[in-house]
């Protein structure tokens, strides 16, 4: 197989992974640097200086291309696919050209900021007949494998009902990064209903594992309507911000299987048991109980579990 020749967009001079727009450096370049079967061939940031700063931070060497605008990019013959690990709002303008150019394509998750964009891009990547991935982390961890792995064997027997209570720690309830301050609009596509929650458990091993809301009812809700922003220093930088980001997310339904599942969602500390995230799933023959120090369980080393 040859190499993949990747133009990779977002990747900053940050290592630090609490820090946001670190997610290129910190989870896609190494391991694209360690396959034999990648090659970096070109990065895009917000400017053809920004890119060359971060092709210097990290050592890439002097054939790696920058850019400053995805319709260059886009036009780089030496491109095979097209990396977007950015916030969520950018996704669009930086994923159109590259499809239309034919690119194969990577988006992290959520591939766009509304239900518009995601049909539009869709529907572009199927009539330009090329291959694409939307980042999600779960379902190669070995933790979910696992439970696939009982589930398959029918061990425990027919599913009858799954419950999910979950708390996300993240940046806080009472505080937020500034230098995120857009996760708190509710029109951003990035907030902590289509990231955090939607990553884990509805969207990614959840679904993997149980299958899909055939039916549901849902809640969610905003309790703590105005926030503080601080700077990475933990300084509060700006008081009294309006929030509409939810804290509380209630989900209850019916799945595919005829599974009944509920799951239960907060920002905030874990539960009074340290726990950040308690998953049963129950059969006719037995249980599996998935327990985790954070909500994200597969971000948890397995000893943890």
């Not at 804290?247 to 209850?252: K, R």
Request: net charge neutral; charged share 15%.
């Amino acid at each position: 197989m040859s190499v993949i020749r990747v133009g990779l967009v977002g990747l900053s001079t940050s290592k630090d992974f609490s820090n946001t727009g670190a997610w290129a450096s910190s989870a896609h370049l190494p391991f694209l640097i360690a396959s034999p079967h990648y090659e970096v061939v070109a990065l895009l940031n917000s400017s053809v200086q920004s890119a060359e700063a971060s092709i210097a931070f990290h050592k890439l060497g002097p054939d790696v291309k920058a850019y400053g605008s995805p319709e260059d990019l886009a036009k780089d013959g030496n491109v095979d696919l097209v990396v977007v690990s950015v916030m969520v709002g950018k996704h669009y303008a930086l994923a159109k050209p590259a499809l239309l150019a034919g690119k194969n394509l990577l988006v992290e998750w959520p591939l766009g900021a509304n239900l518009r964009e995601v049909e539009e891009l869709t529907e572009l990547a199927r009539s330009k007949d090329v291959k694409t991935i939307v980042g999600l982390q779960a379902r190669p961890s070995v933790v979910v494998q696992k439970i696939k792995e009982v589930l398959d064997s029918g061990k425990i027997g027919k599913i009858l009902s799954t419950n999910v209570v979950a708390s996300f720690q993240g940046f806080g309830i009472r505080t937020w990064p500034a230098d995120a301050d857009y996760c708190l609009d509710e029109n951003s596509g990035g907030n902590s209903l289509t990231i955090s929650f939607a990553h884990f458990p509805i969207i990614d091993s959840f679904n993997l594992l149980l299958g899909e809301f055939t039916g549901l009812q849902s809640i969610v809700k905003v309790q703590y309507p105005t926030i503080d922003l601080t700077d990475r220093s933990g300084k509060i930088t700006k008081s009294g911000v309006p929030n509409a980001s939810p804290d509380h997310i209630l989900v209850q339904g019916t799945l595919s299987s005829g599974t009944v599942a509920s799951v239960s969602w907060r920002s905030g500390a874990t539960s009074v048991d340290g726990l950040g995230l308690r998953w049963l799933i129950t059969g006719t023959n037995g249980k599996i109980e998935f327990t985790s120090p954070i909500s994200h369980g597969n971000w948890a080393s397995p000893e943890q579990h």
